[in-house]
Nanobody
Framework: VQLQASGGGWVQAGGSLRLSCAAS????????VGWFRQAPGKEREFVSS????????YYADFVKGRFTISRDGAKNTVYLQMSSLKPEDTAVYYC?????????????????????WGQGTLVTVSS
């Protein structure tokens, strides 16, 4: 199983980026897929997640209205469209996945509850 995160880069404040998370060896259809981020010296934090079946989405308060998570079944890929980026959004962004049933009893906001992780992609937002 491999998750491949991509799409990070450098952008000025107010700009946009789209991150992608592609899976191999795993079909997202039974999974929840999340995005987390980790800034230097800080803990990894939840950004957003999507339940593949049904498409229900979840967002951290600090990205609501700015970020949108979506999925493409044909490509087995999850996207995170990030707009109105701020310098405080600078971080390494990770995608993660776990079986949807995991979150019937565990928090989707906790990184420890995700079984599979991508390698991370760096997003740098300059002021």
């Amino acid at each position: 199983v491999q998750l491949q995160a991509s799409g990070g880069g450098w952008v000025q404040a107010g700009g946009s980026l789209r991150l992608s998370c592609a899976a191999s060896g795993l079909a997202f259809s039974s999974y929840d897929v999340g995005w987390f981020r980790q800034a230097p010296g800080k803990e990894r934090e939840f950004v957003s997640s999507i339940r593949w079946s049904g498409g229900r989405t979840y967002y951290a308060d600090f990205v609501k209205g700015r970020f949108t998570i979506s999925r493409d079944g044909a490509k087995n890929t999850v996207y995170l469209q990030m707009s109105s980026l701020k310098p405080e959004d600078t971080a390494v962004y990770y995608c993660a996945a776990s079986l949807a049933a995991t979150f019937y009893s565990r928090s989707r906001y906790a990184p420890d509850n995700y079984a599979y992780w991508g390698q991370g992609t760096l997003v740098t937002v300059s002021s």
